[in-house]
């Protein structure tokens, strides 16, 4: 599927995402909303995740891109940061930690589930599935 079509199909979830934050007042971001709602379609098979495959791989291949005004808003700031520096470097890192950690947490837990299911699956069809490590 062509990569702008790709493209089109995520930025309308983003769209879709924003104005359902805004209904409900902006408590959730629109791009979280969007999001969940694009995986919810790949999920179902609404939409066809060959139809978005494309598009995600340029858009995650190039996430230098989207830093870059966040990196640049913190660089006009520097005076700003400077003078809290070691508490914006504990914040730096301890945020990291948290997110290697999440992130350890849900890959341990999808493995889980992903074996129950094989599991389950070899049990009602008698099979025995090779399980990969």
């Known amino acids: 599927m ?4 790709g493209l089109f199909i995520i930025l309308a979830f983003l769209v879709i995402g ?3 934050s805004a209904l409900l007042g902006g408590f959730i971001p629109g791009s979280v909303i969007g999001m969940l709602l694009l995986f919810l379609s790949l999920l ?5 995740d060959k139809w978005v ?3 995600a791989t340029f858009l995650t291949d190039n996430m230098m891109i989207f830093f870059m005004p966040a990196f640049m808003g913190i660089m006009d700031l520097w005076g700003v940061v400077k003078m809290d ?3 914006w470097i504990a914040v730096l890192v301890l945020t990291t930690i948290l ?3 999440a992130s350890g ?12 299911h094989k599991a ?6 008698g099979k025995i599935i090779k399980q990969e490590d």
């Open 53 to 55: 495959r494309q598009a």
């Open 120 to 125: 389950a699956h070899a049990d009602k069809t």
């Open 99 to 101: 997110v290697m950690l």
């Open 105 to 116: 947490l849900t890959q341990t837990f999808v493995e889980r589930l992903v074996s129950r």
């Open 18 to 20: 924003n104005l359902l």
């Open 85 to 87: 520096l070691w508490a």
């Open 44 to 48: 179902t098979g609404v939409i066809k």
């Open 2 to 5: 062509n990569v702008f079509i």
